[in-house]
């Protein structure tokens, strides 16, 4: 059997001395979509930043592709192809749609492959593509998100 794409085990973080996750575990496997459902303070953004890097672990185990990252700094993970698109709109308002999605390939260390990665962008949401040259803080809410 093939390790899954992510693998979260037995997840603890604190919070000083308040517990934000204890005991969180799941797989994500390659190719497929998993959704984290909880009430509000449930512990959803606390995962997903602990995956990322954001925030320290506690206690417990992350896997990403097979290989243990738990510790890791948030710019390694994204280095190894694990990103956390950000709830809220954490743009540079004032830079256009384009810049806000170079920026985004900043870490990519083969930059011939970003021309491509723009198109791809664009083919999925062709809406950025229109308003590539418009300021990223004149977007709407739904385009911001995109
Ligand atoms: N920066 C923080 N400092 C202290 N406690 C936090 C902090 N962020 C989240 N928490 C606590 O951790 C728990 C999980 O919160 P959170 O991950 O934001 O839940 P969700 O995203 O599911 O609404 C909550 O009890 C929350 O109060
Ligand atoms: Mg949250």
Same mark, same amino acid.
């Given at each position: =059997?093939?390790?899954? @794409?992510l693998?979260?085990?037995?997840?603890?973080?604190?919070?000083g001395? +308040?517990?934000g996750?204890?005991?969180?575990s799941?797989?994500v496997?390659e190719g497929s979509v998993?959704?984290l459902?909880g009430s509000n *303070?449930g512990?959803k953004t606390?995962?997903?930043?602990a995956?990322? *890097?954001l925030?320290p672990?506690y206690?417990?185990r992350?896997?990403?592709?097979g290989l243990?990252?738990? *510790?890791?700094?948030?710019f390694?993970?994204?280095r190894r *192809? +694990?990103?956390?698109?950000?709830?809220g709109?954490?743009?540079?308002?004032? /830079?256009?749609?384009?810049?806000?999605l170079? @920026?985004?390939?900043t870490p990519l260390?083969?930059?011939?492959?970003v021309?491509? @990665?723009l198109?791809?962008?664009?083919a999925?949401?062709?809406?950025l593509?229109?308003?590539r040259?418009q300021?990223?803080g004149t =977007?709407?809410?739904?385009?911001? /998100?995109?």
């Open positions: =059997m093939t390790a899954p @794409l693998r979260v085990e037995h997840l603890e973080v604190h919070y001395d +308040l517990i996750v204890s005991d969180v799941f797989d496997p998993v959704a459902l *303070g512990g606390t995962t997903l930043n995956i990322a *890097g925030i672990v206690a417990g992350i896997e990403f592709q243990e990252i738990t *510790g890791e700094s948030a390694a993970i994204v *192809g +694990l990103a956390l698109s950000p709830e709109w954490r743009l540079f308002v004032q /830079q256009s749609v384009e810049n806000n170079l @920026l985004g390939a260390r083969d930059r011939k492959r021309a491509a @990665l198109e791809r962008v664009y999925i949401f062709p809406r593509k229109e308003r040259n300021r990223a =977007m709407s809410g739904g385009e911001r /998100q995109m």
